[in-house]
Each structure stands twice: as structure tokens, then as C-alpha cells.
Nanobody
Framework: QVQLVESGGGLVQSGGSLRLSCAAS????????MSWYRQAPGKERELVAQ???????NYADSVKGRFVISRDSAKKSVYLQMNSLKPEDTAVYYC?????????WGQGTQVTVSS
């Protein structure tokens, strides 16, 4: 059974930092591309950052220079370090794994940034 379990969300003041974690099980983690998405109330889910199996990264323009995605194959985990948080970063953050046409999603973790 495949599971992606996110953790690390919470309430933080504007300018603060949070580190999200996503622990994967039931997949050959090292071959999957991993990514973080977010969905704010009333908005569509959007890509925040992604990291390929080889470690190549890509970021949404809105988070470039503030967020860093990383992965640890030994721990089967992907991380999102979020710095200089803004109220507009408030959303539910989801972890996604993808390999060709196969994808899995976590349940999400809430991030709330107060002004």
C-alpha cells in the first residue's frame, strides 16, 4: 500500500520559516519524481516545487529564492524548507510522487501565515 504522509505544517508569522516533510512508503522512492503542491481556499491546486529522481529542481516563480526542495532516498522522504513566509503562502500543502503516468498524493498539511 502506497502512503505519502506530510508533516510540519502549522501557524507562523509573516517572515517566519517552516520545514515540511513527506515520508513515502510502498514505492521505490528513488525512481520517483517528487513535488509539493498547494491549494489555497477558493483557488486551484498549484505546483510549488519539484525534484526529479536525479535531483534536478524546479520552482514556481512565487517561491523562488524563498523555498528549497530536497530529498533523502535513504529516508524515503522529501522536504520543503520555506523561508520568508508571506500571508499569501497560506494553503494546504500536498506531497506528490510521480513516475510516468503513475502518481500518488498525500493528504496534505495546513500552513497558515499570519500578517
Amino acid at each position: 500500500q502506497v502512503q505519502l504522509v506530510e508533516s510540519g505544517g502549522g501557524l507562523v508569522q509573516s517572515g517566519g520559516s517552516l520545514r515540511l516533510s513527506c515520508a513515502a512508503s510502498g514505492i521505490s522512492f528513488s525512481v520517483y519524481a517528487m513535488s509539493w503542491y498547494r491549494q489555497a481556499p477558493g483557488k486551484e491546486r498549484e505546483l510549488v516545487a519539484q525534484i526529479t529522481s536525479s535531483g534536478r529542481t524546479n520552482y514556481a516563480d512565487s517561491v523562488k529564492g524563498r523555498f528549497v526542495i530536497s530529498r533523502d532516498s535513504a529516508k524515503k522522504s522529501v522536504y520543503l524548507q520555506m523561508n520568508s513566509l508571506k500571508p499569501e503562502d497560506t494553503a494546504v500543502y500536498y506531497c506528490r510522487s510521480a513516475l510516468n503516468y503513475i502518481e500518488y498524493w498525500g493528504q496534505g498539511t495546513q500552513v497558515t501565515v499570519s500578517s
